[in-house]
């Protein structure tokens, strides 16, 4: 694929989006509720399209503490910086995630609410926030729970003291700067690629040549995986490359 400077066509899905599908976890945590594990993404806006089931989104900002409710049918979308935690009240909750960036949160974009004595280097998060690949299932279930209720406390310390809330961004920041150079060649060659390459067509069309028009294509994909361990449940995702 040519740079986003000169791509006339994307290949990939519309806007340079990543898509999964998600069956919230209906583990319950310290405070009584069932669901997933806050974090934070920091380039990237996420939207929810919920197909079954009921629940919520408590989000947590700099503006303060928001519940959203979820039931089939719902869109809901929130923005970088944006404290997301999902809350699965019926057990069902199933949801098509929409992540900006060609799966860029899947690509260290998301950072966990973990306390702070687990933010301060990425060696230190990473170890806190692995999921062992070559273990079996129960394992990687109780690593994935594990750093929930980790992220849980984190979380709720910041909604009684948000105060930190600064402390905590100027920390997920630090741990994820060394990705920076592989999270803009993923931008560049997805949401840059597809914006250009729309600029391109109005150009052309503009001229008076259609001729994007034959290169057209379809394309279909299933999931590269089913069931994965994700950090708000069990994921069925696809590739973003």
Not at 61 to 66: C, K, N, R, V
């Amino acid at each position: 694929m040519s740079g986003p400077n000169t791509a006339e066509t994307f290949e990939g899905l519309p806007g340079g989006v990543a898509v999964s599908h998600l069956s919230v976890y209906d583990w319950p945590a310290a405070d009584g509720l069932c669901g997933g594990t806050p974090h934070m993404h920091q380039t990237c806006s996420e939207g929810y399209v919920v197909t079954a089931g009921s629940g919520a989104v408590q989000t947590l900002t700099a503006s303060g503490f928001e519940q959203t409710p979820l039931a089939a049918g719902t869109v809901a979308w929130f923005t970088p910086g944006t404290i997301h935690r999902l809350v699965n009240e019926d057990g069902g909750l199933r949801i098509v995630v929409l992540m900006q960036n060609s799966g860029l949160p899947e690509a260290g974009d998301a950072v966990l609410t973990l306390p702070p004595e687990y933010l301060t280097d990425p060696e230190t998060y990473a170890a806190a926030t692995a999921i062992p690949a070559d273990v079996s299932e129960a394992e990687q279930e109780r690593a994935a729970r594990a750093r929930r209720d980790l992220a849980i406390e984190g979380y709720l310390r910041l909604r009684e003291q948000p105060k930190e809330l600064p402390a905590f961004h100027e920390a997920a920041a630090a741990l994820v700067r060394h990705r920076l150079d592989a999270w803009r060649a993923r931008w560049e060659q997805g949401a840059a690629a597809a914006s250009a390459a729309t600029g391109h067509q109005l150009d052309r069309l503009a001229a008076g040549d259609a001729g994007h028009l034959a290169d057209a294509v379809v394309r279909s994909e299933v999931p590269s995986a089913r069931g994965k361990f994700g950090m708000c449940g069990r994921l069925d995702v696809y590739r973003t490359d």
